[in-house]
C-alpha cells in the first residue's frame, strides 16, 4: 500500500539479522504437498504464523498475477524437487544433517542446510553474487553497468542543428515533395512549355526553396522561444508544415503571443522580399516563375497560420489573449480549441466548395473528375489535422493544469534498508511488518547503494526467496536516480526524463533516504491527471 504523505525514511532500528531461520519443510512426496509448499508466505514465516488471520503483503498482489502466468513452471520444478528428493539416498551431501557444530539442542536448522551449496552459499560477501535465474528470471546485470536507455524518437532524418535545436525531416516531406513538385511541374507546362521535362527539376528546386521558408518560419518560433530560456527539443518538418517541440509553456499570455505571432510574421517578411525580387526579373522566366511561386506560397503559409484556431499560430495568438482577460490559461485553450475544431469543419466543407465555385482561380467547368477528388481529399487531410492538433491541445492543456498535483513526496513509497547479503525472503517480511513497498540496499554504514527492482522480485518464485539475496536483484544507484522529495510538477517529470529507469531513490535536502518513487506510480498518477476533470 502507498503511503500518502507517510514518512518513507527507514526506521533506525529496523536493521534485523539477516539470519532469519526457518523450519525447512519435509521432502514433497506427492503434488499436494509441494504445492503447499510453493504457496508459502512471502516472508518465510512458520506454519504457526500462517494459520492465523490472513495478512495481505506488500507483493501479494504481484505475486498472485503472476502465478498464473508460471503455472507449468512451477509444475516442472516441483517436479524436479520430487526427482531431488528420490536422489537423496545416494547424494548425501543432499540429507538434513543432524545438526551443525556450535548449534545449540532443539534450535531452528539454517534455511541454507539440506541442499548442495551454490556460488552465492559460497561467497555470501561478494556485493553481486546471485543464483541462477529461476523460471526465467532475466539475469542481473553486472555492477556499474547503466540499464540500457529506451531508444529516442528522432522523427525523420536530421538536417544540422541550428541555434543547437535538431531539425529532422519526416518520411512524409519526401511525399509531399514528390506531390509539389508533380503539381507544379504541370502548371510550369501550361506557363513554359519550352521546359519540356526540365520544368520537374525546376518543380523539385521550388519544393525545396519552400519547405526552407517553413524551416524559416519555425526558427522564428524557436530564437523566440530561446530568448524567453524555453528549451526547444526539436524542428520537425513533415507533411504540411513544420513543428517547433517547445517542452514549456510561456509564463505571461504576452510571451506567448510573440512567441505565435514571430512565425506568421517572418513569413509575411519572406512573401514581401520574394516580391521585390520580381521587380529585378522578367515575368515570363524561371528565376520570375520561382519567385512568384514563393512569394504566393509564404503568403499562404502566413494567413492560414493567422487563422484563430490551435493547433495554429492564430490560435495560439487567441489563446494569450483570453488568457490574458480572463487571467486562466486553461480558460484560453479551451476558447481557441473549440475555435480550432469550428475551423476543421469549414475547411472540410468549404475547400471544395470554394473550388468548385471557381472562387480559388480555375474556372468552375475545369474543377471536375480526378481535380475534384483531390481538393476533397486535401481539404479532409487540412481538416483532420487541425482537429487532431486542437484536441491535442486540450489535452496538453489539462494535464499541465494538474502537474503541480504530482509530487515526489506524495507518489513516494515508504522503504526499509537491508543489507546486500540479506536474503528476499528476509527482506520482503521486514518490509511487510513495516508497511513498506520498497527496498534500499545500503552498506554496512547506512548509506544506499542500489535499489532492489520490483519486477526482479515477483519474478522470483516463492519457494526460491529464501535463497536468493537481495543484491542479486537490484540496480545500481546512479546520481540521476538520487531526486529529491521536494520535486514536483515540470521538475520532477525533468528529472526522470533526464536519467530514465524503473526506480528512484527519494531523498531529503539533509541526504536522509525518505523512500522510492517508481515510474509505474508516476504513470498512474498521469493518467489519473488526465481523466479527471478541469
Same mark, same amino acid.
Given at each position: 500500500?502507498?503511503?500518502?504523505?507517510?514518512?518513507?525514511?527507514?526506521?533506525?532500528?529496523?536493521?534485523?539479522?539477516?539470519?532469519?531461520?526457518?523450519?525447512?519443510?519435509?521432502?514433497?512426496?506427492?503434488?499436494?504437498?509441494?504445492?503447499?509448499?510453493?504457496?508459502?508466505?512471502?516472508?518465510?514465516?512458520?506454519?504457526?504464523?500462517?494459520?492465523?488471520?490472513?495478512?495481505?503483503?506488500?507483493?501479494?498482489?504481484?505475486?498472485?498475477?503472476?502465478?498464473?502466468?508460471?503455472?507449468?513452471?512451477?509444475?516442472?520444478?516441483?517436479?524436479?524437487?520430487?526427482?531431488?528428493?528420490?536422489?537423496?539416498?545416494?547424494?548425501?551431501?543432499?540429507?538434513?544433517?543432524?545438526?551443525?557444530?556450535?548449534?545449540?539442542?532443539?534450535?531452528?536448522?539454517?534455511?541454507?542446510?539440506?541442499?548442495?551449496?551454490?556460488?552465492?552459499?559460497?561467497?555470501?560477501?561478494?556485493?553481486?553474487?546471485?543464483?541462477?535465474?529461476?523460471?526465467?528470471?532475466?539475469?542481473?546485470?553486472?555492477?556499474?553497468?547503466?540499464?540500457?536507455?529506451?531508444?529516442?524518437?528522432?522523427?525523420?532524418?536530421?538536417?544540422?542543428?541550428?541555434?543547437?535545436?535538431?531539425?529532422?525531416?519526416?518520411?512524409?516531406?519526401?511525399?509531399?515533395?514528390?506531390?509539389?513538385?508533380?503539381?507544379?511541374?504541370?502548371?510550369?507546362?501550361?506557363?513554359?512549355?519550352?521546359?519540356?521535362?526540365?520544368?520537374?527539376?525546376?518543380?523539385?528546386?521550388?519544393?525545396?526553396?519552400?519547405?526552407?521558408?517553413?524551416?524559416?518560419?519555425?526558427?522564428?518560433?524557436?530564437?523566440?522561444?530561446?530568448?524567453?530560456?524555453?528549451?526547444?527539443?526539436?524542428?520537425?518538418?513533415?507533411?504540411?508544415?513544420?513543428?517547433?517541440?517547445?517542452?514549456?509553456?510561456?509564463?505571461?499570455?504576452?510571451?506567448?503571443?510573440?512567441?505565435?505571432?514571430?512565425?506568421?510574421?517572418?513569413?509575411?517578411?519572406?512573401?514581401?522580399?520574394?516580391?521585390?525580387?520580381?521587380?529585378?526579373?522578367?515575368?515570363?522566366?524561371?528565376?520570375?516563375?520561382?519567385?512568384?511561386?514563393?512569394?504566393?506560397?509564404?503568403?499562404?503559409?502566413?494567413?492560414?497560420?493567422?487563422?484563430?484556431?490551435?493547433?495554429?499560430?492564430?490560435?495560439?495568438?487567441?489563446?494569450?489573449?483570453?488568457?490574458?482577460?480572463?487571467?486562466?490559461?486553461?480558460?484560453?485553450?479551451? %476558447?481557441?480549441?473549440?475555435?480550432? =475544431? !469550428? +475551423?476543421? #469543419?469549414?475547411?472540410?466543407? $468549404?475547400? /471544395? &466548395?470554394?473550388?468548385?465555385?471557381?472562387?480559388?482561380?480555375?474556372?468552375?467547368?475545369?474543377?471536375?473528375?480526378?481535380?475534384?477528388?483531390?481538393?476533397?481529399?486535401?481539404?479532409?487531410?487540412?481538416?483532420?489535422?487541425?482537429?487532431?492538433?486542437?484536441?491535442?491541445?486540450?489535452?496538453?492543456?489539462?494535464?499541465?493544469?494538474?502537474?503541480?498535483?504530482?509530487?515526489?513526496?506524495?507518489?513516494?513509497?515508504?522503504?526499509?534498508?537491508?543489507?546486500?547479503?540479506?536474503?528476499?525472503?528476509?527482506?520482503?517480511?521486514? %518490509?511487510?511488518?513495516?508497511?513498506? =513497498? !520498497? +527496498?534500499? #540496499?545500503?552498506?554496512?554504514? $547506512?548509506? /544506499? &547503494?542500489?535499489?532492489?527492482?520490483?519486477?526482479?522480485?515477483?519474478?522470483?518464485?516463492?519457494?526460491?526467496?529464501?535463497?536468493?539475496?537481495?543484491?542479486?536483484?537490484?540496480?545500481?544507484?546512479?546520481?540521476?536516480?538520487?531526486?529529491?522529495?521536494?520535486?514536483?510538477?515540470?521538475?520532477?517529470?525533468?528529472?526522470?526524463?533526464?536519467?530514465?529507469?524503473?526506480?528512484?531513490?527519494?531523498?531529503?535536502?539533509?541526504?536522509?533516504?525518505?523512500?522510492?518513487?517508481?515510474?509505474?506510480?508516476?504513470?498512474?498518477?498521469?493518467?489519473?491527471?488526465?481523466?479527471?476533470?478541469?
Amino acid at each position: 500500500m502507498v503511503e500518502s504523505g507517510g514518512s518513507g525514511r527507514p526506521r533506525p532500528g529496523s536493521e534485523e539479522s539477516a539470519e532469519h531461520h526457518v523450519t525447512p519443510a519435509p521432502p514433497a512426496a506427492s503434488e499436494d504437498t509441494a504445492s503447499e509448499e510453493t504457496t508459502a508466505e512471502v516472508d518465510g514465516t512458520s506454519a504457526e504464523r500462517q494459520a492465523g488471520p490472513a495478512k495481505e503483503t506488500a507483493y501479494e498482489t504481484a505475486r498472485q498475477d503472476r502465478q498464473d502466468r508460471e503455472g507449468q513452471e512451477e509444475q516442472e520444478e516441483r517436479g524436479t524437487e520430487r526427482a531431488g528428493t528420490d536422489r537423496q539416498a545416494t547424494e548425501p551431501a543432499a540429507t538434513e544433517p543432524a545438526g551443525e557444530p556450535g548449534t545449540p539442542p532443539g534450535s531452528t536448522p539454517d534455511p541454507t542446510a539440506g541442499r548442495t551449496p551454490d556460488d552465492h552459499d559460497l561467497h555470501p560477501d561478494r556485493p553481486h553474487a546471485h543464483t541462477t535465474p529461476a523460471l526465467g528470471e532475466t539475469p542481473t546485470p553486472a555492477k556499474g553497468r547503466r540499464p540500457p536507455r529506451p531508444p529516442e524518437s528522432r522523427g525523420g532524418l536530421l538536417m544540422g542543428r541550428p541555434f543547437g535545436v535538431p531539425v529532422y525531416v519526416a518520411p512524409s516531406w519526401f511525399l509531399v515533395a514528390a506531390l509539389i513538385t508533380w503539381v507544379f511541374g504541370g502548371q510550369l507546362d501550361r506557363v513554359l512549355p519550352e521546359l519540356g521535362a526540365a520544368r520537374y527539376l525546376v518543380a523539385l528546386f521550388f519544393a525545396v526553396a519552400f519547405y526552407a521558408s517553413v524551416l524559416v518560419h519555425e526558427l522564428a518560433h524557436t530564437i523566440a522561444a530561446l530568448r524567453f530560456k524555453l528549451p526547444v527539443r526539436r524542428i520537425q518538418l513533415q507533411f504540411f508544415g513544420g513543428v517547433s517541440e517547445i517542452e514549456k509553456e510561456a509564463e505571461t499570455p504576452g510571451r506567448e503571443f510573440v512567441l505565435a505571432f514571430v512565425g506568421p510574421l517572418l513569413s509575411l517578411v519572406l512573401a514581401g522580399v520574394f516580391h521585390l525580387a520580381m521587380q529585378t526579373v522578367e515575368p515570363g522566366t524561371v528565376p520570375g516563375v520561382l519567385l512568384a511561386g514563393l512569394m504566393v506560397s509564404n503568403l499562404i503559409v502566413a494567413i492560414f497560420n493567422l487563422l484563430p484556431g490551435l493547433p495554429l499560430d492564430g490560435g495560439r495568438m487567441l489563446r494569450a489573449v483570453v488568457w490574458k482577460i480572463t487571467g486562466k490559461p486553461m480558460t484560453g485553450t479551451v %476558447a481557441a480549441a473549440w475555435v480550432g =475544431r !469550428a +475551423l476543421a #469543419v469549414s475547411v472540410l466543407i $468549404g475547400l /471544395p &466548395l470554394l473550388t468548385q465555385s471557381g472562387a480559388l482561380g480555375s474556372q468552375a467547368e475545369d474543377s471536375v473528375g480526378m481535380d475534384t477528388v483531390l481538393d476533397a481529399l486535401l481539404a479532409a487531410i487540412l481538416a483532420a489535422i487541425i482537429w487532431t492538433g486542437a484536441g491535442n491541445s486540450l489535452r496538453m492543456a489539462r494535464l499541465r493544469e494538474h502537474l503541480p498535483e504530482l509530487r515526489a513526496r506524495k507518489l513516494t513509497r515508504r522503504a526499509v534498508p537491508v543489507e546486500t547479503n540479506t536474503p528476499l525472503s528476509e527482506a520482503l517480511r521486514r %518490509a511487510n511488518d513495516a508497511g513498506a =513497498r !520498497a +527496498l534500499v #540496499v545500503v552498506d554496512a554504514h $547506512g548509506e /544506499p &547503494l542500489s535499489l532492489v527492482r520490483e519486477a526482479a522480485i515477483v519474478g522470483v518464485p516463492e519457494h526460491r526467496r529464501p535463497w536468493v539475496a537481495v543484491s542479486g536483484l537490484a540496480q545500481d544507484l546512479t546520481e540521476g536516480m538520487r531526486v529529491s522529495a521536494e520535486l514536483a510538477g515540470e521538475d520532477l517529470l525533468d528529472a526522470l526524463r533526464a536519467t530514465p529507469a524503473t526506480e528512484y531513490l527519494v531523498v531529503e535536502e539533509t541526504g536522509e533516504i525518505y523512500g522510492v518513487l517508481s515510474a509505474a506510480d508516476v504513470e498512474r498518477a498521469f493518467v489519473k491527471a488526465m481523466a479527471r476533470p478541469s
